[in-house]
């Protein structure tokens, strides 16, 4: 294993604070020499420049700023958004990713690159901020309130991020590097805890300054070791002890690489002409390894109550999964802007922009266990003790396992009857050697791993004309009109291939060539140490037999889809001054009329009479009669107004009303769907009435996407109280209500599976797939049925129907809270002290009682500073509450997850020698950063407060060099 200790981490555990960014805010070129130019640097600067854009601004917003580009210390652009007030971030991996705005996650909330829609790389439309290396950027801006021509909108708000333009910026040349280090080490050998980054960033001018170059060049190696603790569920026994179901414990060991290239160019010859054009380019992958057990649960000599209890596992037969895991995408953004003033006042802007991405999310499974499905009896199996609390289950003991850190011993297999899926292949699986059970070995045994991945493609084009101009009246002071026009394609291929072993159904081994030099550690759990191997080895060397599970699994053909949007909108938009009672006013009102033309394109995955999904003629294409396309066409009116009032000097109160659409989830959205039959015959033998199926559940059961979803839609209020009264001070109050008026529900209602309405009646009743023969007599299914050997039970006709439809309301009410105290404000003893603080309370409901994704009741965050000549420090802490929220789950779908309440705390401290009398090092800012520094877990925790899924990071730190050349 591999150790590499760069610096201490406890001593950046004990640093109080540095500045959130470091800037510097430098005063427009002297008209004579003798004029003194004065800059404010630091967290100062930082403060002094968002305080401005939110101060001067006519709508309601926040804003972070750098000095310039290569300057926000955070490694993305995530970590710098999520200390912002009403803002709150959500961890992916153990690093910041999504961003929810006012309680609404990323999907429902705009993003932009300098005005222009941002793209996604996953399922939806939410763009993963940590894929935006904070070098590349010079700050954002966060709309909190809409107006007419801010096109990139949702119900949540526009995060808006910023790159430079280089002809308003200083010229540099800026160099940075990042030495990583992980707290949590790594428990698989092939990996360990060390990362870097490096950055390159300049901006030039050329011809007089009429043009200016910037770019900036950024690679990144990150990586992220965590520790999985996850159950399948939990039941009470007769005695009331609440024991697991089914184990599924992990380490997990993965890397980000990422390569980012950002260039802006820009041309002006003249005041009248301003061209410019902007490349981004984000190359990346984020890989590594899951490795530990998944099992069943059965357990024997349990004592104690409740969640307070022990015993011993019984029958202990686990899996040893080892999944390598490989995601890798890039992402190309090029986009050209012209402004052209016709005559002084009035000026056309033209703005085309195109965005790709691409990206695959590839997972193998490889089985390892002491032999196949059916290979030994119980007698063979092992014992482990546990203890069991309300954190889940801890081991203290165990007999008969040892073959788990003995590569001879272990073999390279499925121990477990997981192979249901290959039904339809049955006859390739059957074979005259027999279980220790004396039965044959069949489909149900031969399932040694599997390959599962997804493709996704997205691309979006959009073409802008405005025209804008000022104008001499009492009461209107300038307006803005245009039109723009987007086309937007996004397309999910679901993936997946059932692996066997071509020893089936014998098993052998694990050839050493596949072995890593030393073993994986899961103490951790009390599950000892396993064997580590590579999981990729059998699927590349042909060890595994491959069978494409898009023609066994109809889940997952019916995840594989396309849709299509094109939306044109007309905008117009005019700002106003006016005085009321003597107080100045100013504000803004207008319109956007949007229309839309949406379609999806997909596949509805239905078993056929030859056992397999959607290929009646065996030959491995998909039937026509499974593919389905449909759409919508519909139209919006967005009306907008912001009001504010300087109601004494630099105290304003802001009101603004506007109505916003987030358009639907685009997994949700989806032509595609699925029928599915669970082969359980206690579900096969419900009686064949409506009323058991309502009452006991049916095996059958569809689901579908819907893409004539009209955009989630809601009409907005704000009433803000500000009060600056320095420079890098203020204190802000402003209330929210959200009235949605239209928002996503799940629609749920009782079919006739061999009369199916909803598809051209169609039968989906199979003779000897659905019905079953009774091996032994016996009752059976939750009515307890008398059955006979030999007995045919046929299933229920009728079962259920999911998808997604137009309709629900709600609403949302909230207040923000929010202070930048500088203590030099009230004594120059405390000069360099201050603290940024802000609160934000929400109070949702939708009217089925569901939760709105991304909202946290309660978000609390406070940044503690110091600055003194060059020296910085910061401390960072924000709790947010439990919240729901969805990630990618089983087959590569979609699934909700719930998320506890977590604190999180990171700090940085750094010092900058331009505040030095060492001219040699004048360029040189050095600091210490840490996240995560008080080791919080992300879990989840079910209705009786156990929890069920928990995953440790731990603290991360990093120690970086910034050097600006000039």
Not at 156 to 166: A, H
Not at 203 to 224: C, R
Not at 284 to 311: C, H, K, M, Q, W
Not at 479 to 485: D, E, F, K, P, R
Request: hydrophobic letters at 35%.
């Amino acid at each position: 294993m591999k150790h590499s200790t760069l610096f201490t981490p406890t001593v950046l555990s004990l640093a109080v604070s540095a500045a959130m960014f470091s800037q510097q805010v430098i005063a427009e070129d002297a008209v004579a020499d003798d004029i003194e130019v004065i800059s404010v640097k630091g967290i100062r600067g930082s403060l002094i420049r968002s305080q401005a854009t939110k101060m001067e601004n006519t709508s309601i917003v926040e804003a972070i700023s750098a000095e310039d580009i290569g300057k926000l210390p955070d490694s993305s652009i995530a970590e710098s958004l999520s200390r912002l007030p009403g803002l709150a971030g959500e961890r992916s991996g153990g690093r910041t990713s999504g961003i929810s705005v006012r309680g609404f996650k990323e999907d429902f909330t705009g993003t932009s690159l300098n005005g222009r829609e941002l793209i996604g790389i996953g399922d939806n439309r939410g763009v993963e901020y940590d894929l935006y290396p904070a070098e590349i950027m010079t700050g954002a801006t966060i709309f909190k309130s809409s107006d007419a021509s801010l096109l990139v909108q949702g119900i949540g708000g526009t995060v808006d991020l910023e790159t430079v333009r280089p002809l308003s910026a200083q010229e540099t040349l800026t160099l940075n590097g990042s030495f990583e280090i992980s707290g949590q080490d790594s428990d698989n050998p092939e990996f360990d805890n060390n990362g870097k980054r490096f950055a390159l960033s300049f901006v030039e001018k050329f011809a007089d300054d009429t043009i200016g170059l910037a770019v900036a060049i950024a690679s990144t190696e990150s990586p992220n070791n965590q520790r999985k603790y996850g159950v399948w569920g939990y039941n009470a026994n007769d005695d009331g002890q609440i024991l697991p179901t089914g184990l599924d414990s992990q380490s997990i060991s993965t890397e980000l690489k990422r390569d980012t290239i950002s260039a802006v160019l820009q041309f002006q010859p003249n005041d009248d002409l301003n061209i410019i054009l902007d490349v981004l380019s984000i190359d990346y992958s984020d890989s590594g390894v899951l490795r530990g057990f998944i099992e069943p649960f059965s357990s024997d000599n349990v004592t104690g109550t409740g969640v307070n209890a022990s015993g011993t596992q019984t029958g202990a037969n686990p899996v040893l999964r080892t999944d390598p895991l490989q995601k890798d995408g890039e992402l190309t953004i090029i986009g050209f802007n012209a402004n052209y003033f016709v005559t002084d006042n009035w000026s056309v802007n033209l703005d085309i922009a195109s965005s790709k991405s691409e990206k695959r999310d590839l997972r193998g499974e490889s089985y390892a266990g002491l032999a196949r499905s059916g290979a030994l009896d119980s007698s063979a199996f092992g014992t482990r003790d546990f203890t069991m609390s309300a954190d889940g289950i801890m081991f203290t003991d165990s007999s008969g396992l040892d073959a788990f850190s003995n590569p001879d011993a272990l073999q390279l297999t499925g121990p477990q009857v997981w192979g249901g899926g290959l039904a339809n292949l049955a006859d390739q699986f059957e074979t005259n050697v027999l279980q220790a059970n004396g039965d044959e070995f069949s489909y149900f045994n031969a399932q040694d791993g599997f390959l599962n991945y997804a493709d996704f493609e997205e691309e979006l084009v959009t073409t802008r004309l405005e025209v804008s101009g000022t104008i001499d009246s009492n009461f209107i002071t300038a307006v803005v009109a245009g039109i723009n026009y987007s086309d937007r394609s996004k397309l999910k291929d679901n993936k997946g291939f059932f692996a066997t072993s071509s020893a089936y159904p014998l098993s052998t081994g694990i050839p050493s060539e596949y072995l890593y030099n030393g073993l994986a550690d899961l103490t951790w759990a009390g599950l000892g140490k396993v064997v580590a191997y590579d999981g990729f080895a059998p699927y590349n060397d042909g060890t595994y037999l491959l069978n494409d599970a898009g023609l066994l699994e109809p889940d997952r053909l019916g995840d594989s889809f396309e849709i299509s949007e094109q939306v044109i909108t007309f905008y117009t938009k005019a700002d106003f001054e006016t005085e009321l009672s003597n107080l100045p006013v100013t504000g803004n009102f207008g319109f956007q009329y949007v229309d839309t033309s949406q379609e999806s394109s997909g596949y509805i995955g239905v078993i056929g009479s030859n056992f397999a999904v959607c290929d009646d003629d065996n030959n491995g294409v998909v039937d026509t009669s499974c593919m389905v396309t449909n759409g919508a066409d519909y139209s919006h009116f967005l009306p907008s107004l912001n009001v504010n009032i300087e109601v004494m000097d630099k105290t304003f109160v802001r009101f603004a009303a506007n109505k916003t659409i987030s358009r639907a989830r685009i997994d949700q959205m989806k032509a595609s769907g699925f029928v599915k039959f669970d082969q359980n015959i206690d579900l096969i033998s419900i009686p064949n009435s409506p009323s058991d199926v309502e009452n006991y559940g049916s095996p059958w059961s569809k689901f579908t996407g819907n893409p004539e979803l009209k955009p989630l839609e809601s009409n907005n209020f704000d009433l803000s109280v500000e009060k600056y009264f320095v420079e890098e001070g203020y204190v802000a109050a402003t209330v929210f209500y959200k009235d949605l008026v239209n928002w996503t529900r799940d629609g749920n209602e009782l079919i006739d599976f061999r009369n199916d309405v909803s598809n051209d009646n169609a039968d989906y009743f199979i003779a000897g797939f659905h019905d079953r023969v009774v091996d032994q007599d016996g009752a059976y299914g939750p009515a307890d049925i008398q059955y006979s050997a030999g007995d045919v039970i046929t299933p229920p006709n009728n079962g259920y129907y999911s998808y997604f439809e137009d309709g629900l309301t709600g609403t949302v009410k909230g207040l923000e809270l929010t202070a930048n105290i500088p203590f030099g404000k009230f004594s120059s003893n405390l000069d360099g002290f201050g603290v940024a603080t802000s609160a934000t309370y929400i109070d949702a409901e939708l009217s089925d009682g569901s939760r709105i994704p991304g909202q946290s009741d309660n978000t609390i965050s406070m940044t503690t500073y110091y600055e003194m000549s060059g020296f910085e420090v910061r401390i960072a802490a924000t709790k947010r509450s439990d919240f729901l929220t969805y990630q990618r789950g089983g087959s590569n779908k979609i699934e909700s997850a719930s998320r506890d309440a977590v604190t999180l705390v990171d700090a940085q401290i750094s010092y900058d020698f331009s505040e030095s009398n060492i001219s040699a090092l004048k360029g040189l800012r050095i600091s210490l950063q840490g996240t995560n520094l008080t080791d919080v877990d992300e879990e989840t925790v079910n209705d009786d407060g156990i929890v069920t899924t928990r995953r440790q990071f731990g603290p991360s730190y990093a120690l970086n060099f910034n050097y600006s050349f000039y």
